[in-house]
T-cell receptor, first 109, second 115 residues
Framework: GQNIDQPTEMTATEGAIVQINCTYQTSGFNGLFWYQQHAGEAPTFLSYNVLDGLEEKGRFSSFLSRSKGYSYLLLKELQMKDSASYLCAVTDSNYQLIWGAGTKLIIKP | NAGVTQTPKFRVLKTGQSMTLLCAQDMNHEYMYWYRQDPGMGLRLIHYSVGEGTTAKGEVPDGYNVSRLKKQNFLLGLESAAPSQTSVYFC??????????????FGPGTRLTVL
């Protein structure tokens, strides 16, 4: 079957750095997405990786290793507004997005 | 440019009632999707459409029907609501289904409770 694993919840301190991991086992791979979802709101796009390596976008970076079925989202200089759930999603061989359950990130002052 | 809109935002139904959720997008996207999101679970695909007049089943299609008569609209119907269909429903659209064109844009969601 298809499976995406992420930690359920993480806590970090304002101003610090946090890494959210995602491992996947899917039928094929055609790219990996990270989305942010604030409580009660819709998911919004953060990043897309299809080749191995690091993609940087301001305070957020996303890394992919296709051979290991592994990705992480790195958030730097954490702000209180970063408190949200972070969803990992993989495009499988049928070009369907398979979603992880999400990681709830709690930022403490 | 409104993006993806959904109506209604909230709804309470009694078991056995029917309803239709409306989704509209103004980005001229080919692909549209209906998901449900339940606590502790990832988004689960109910049905999707790869273009006007086409629909296909996703992971959890039972109890739902869809129609895409116009490119900008995607309707989700519940013919006979059950308590197991209590969930948050998200509509999404994407330009295409491949590569980064698979980036999906989401509507604000519909919170449905079935009593």
């Amino acid at each position: 079957g298809q499976n995406i694993d992420q930690p359920t919840e993480m806590t970090a301190t304002e101003g610090a750095i946090v890494q959210i991991n995602c491992t996947y086992q899917t039928s094929g791979f055609n790219g990996l997405f990270w989305y942010q979802q604030h409580a009660g709101e819709a998911p919004t796009f953060l990043s897309y990786n299809v080749l191995d390596g690091l993609e940087e976008k301001g305070r957020f970076s996303s890394f992919l290793s296709r051979s290991k079925g592994y990705s992480y989202l790195l958030l730097k200089e954490l702000q209180m507004k970063d408190s949200a759930s972070y969803l990992c999603a993989v495009t499988d061989s049928n070009y369907q997005l398979i979603w992880g359950a999400g990681t709830k990130l709690i930022i403490k002052p | 440019n409104a993006g993806v809109t959904q109506t209604p935002k909230f709804r309470v139904l009694k078991t056995g009632q029917s309803m239709t959720l409306l989704c509209a997008q103004d980005m001229n996207h080919e692909y549209m999707y209906w998901y449900r999101q339940d606590p502790g679970m990832g988004l689960r695909l109910i049905h999707y459409s790869v273009g006007e007049g086409t629909t296909a089943k996703g992971e959890v299609p039972d109890g739902y029907n869809v129609s895409r008569l116009k490119k900008q609209n995607f309707l989700l119907g519940l013919e006979s609501a059950a308590p197991s269909q209590t969930s948050v429903y998200f509509c999404a659209s994407s330009p295409r289904g491949t590569g980064d064109y698979n980036e999906q844009f989401f509507g604000p969601g519909t919170r449905l409770t079935v009593l």
